[in-house]
């Protein structure tokens, strides 16, 4: 695996630990609108995957 598929994977799991941060936070929202954390946990979701932004890849 070269360098920047891993850097890739590191940053998908980085970005999915995020998502399920805020799914833990919208549990108990103290006073945040829960689409406030539905937000957050779409938009860690669809760019930790790259479909999103510029998700561009060397193939």
Do not use: C
Not at 26 to 46: C, D
């Amino acid at each position: 695996m070269d360098l920047q598929a891993l850097l890739h994977w590191a940053y998908v799991i980085a970005m999915a630990v995020g998502a399920l941060y805020f799914i833990s936070l919208g549990t108990n929202p103290r006073g945040v609108p829960k689409y406030e954390y539905l937000i957050a946990t779409l938009y860690s979701h669809l760019v930790g995957f790259g479909l999103y932004g510029n998700g561009t890849r060397s193939r």
